[in-house]
Every structure is written in C-alpha cells, then in structure tokens.
C-alpha cells in the first residue's frame, strides 16, 4: 500500500513562500506507475486541485489560480514531491494534501486514490 506524508506547512505572511514535501512510501512498482498532484481544503471549501506531475515524466500542470506562483517538482531517487509556494496570499490559507493517481493529468479529487494526512498554510500578517 502506497503512503503518502507532507509537511512544510506553517504560518507565512502575504507574499512570501513556502516548500511543501511530500515523502512517498511504499511498494516502488505503485509509486512509480503513480502521478502526483497537489490539492487544497480552506475552512468550510470543497477541497480544489492545485498541481499535478507525471512521476516518470516532465508534465507539470497548475490551476489558473496559481499558476506563475506555486512549482511542483519531484525527487525519483529520494520520492518526494514538492510544491513550491511563492507570492501568497490570504485565500492561499488550507491544508494541502499529497494524492496519487492512475489518470495522469488529471485534476478531479475522485481520480485520486492515495492521499496524505494534509498539512495546513495559513496566510496572514
């Protein structure tokens, strides 16, 4: 079974940044078929994709709201996935989780079906 661990989370003022991790674990034939993504959860909001990444390959792809602003990267020796989070704002604020995929690309929360236990960003001054 497929873990899944993030942290990197905290208390950062408006536009300033933050590197989310998220450390995989787990049998490597599952990690490796997987891609990865980001979401996020506000207080009281549908949890909304944020970033996604193909484990084995160079596709990257981001919501409009945060694009040109959050980088999502991975580590294959180490199997971490990182998010970048850069120029932040208040409506930034959620906990954000780690999921995996088998449908790379995509940005639907019912395709993903491994996910971390979240770590909260909280934007304010």
């Known amino acids: 079974q497929m873990q899944l661990a993030e942290s990197g989370g905290g208390l950062v003022q408006p536009g300033g940044s933050l590197r989310l991790s998220c450390a995989a674990s787990g049998p490597a034939s599952t990690i490796f078929d997987m891609g990865m993504g980001w979401f996020r959860q506000g207080p009281g909001e549908e949890r909304e994709f944020v970033a996604g990444i193909n484990w084995i390959g160079s596709a990257t792809y981001y919501a409009d709201s945060v694009k040109g602003r959050f980088t999502i990267s991975r580590d294959h020796i180490k199997k971490m996935v990182y998010l970048q989070i850069g120029s932040l704002k208040p409506e930034d604020t959620a906990v954000y989780y780690c999921?995996?995929?088998?449908?790379?690309?995509?940005?639907?929360?019912?395709?993903?079906?491994?996910w971390g236990q979240g770590t909260q960003v909280t934007v304010s001054s």
């Open positions: 999921a995996a995929t088998r449908s790379i690309g995509s940005r639907n929360r019912s395709d993903y079906i491994n």
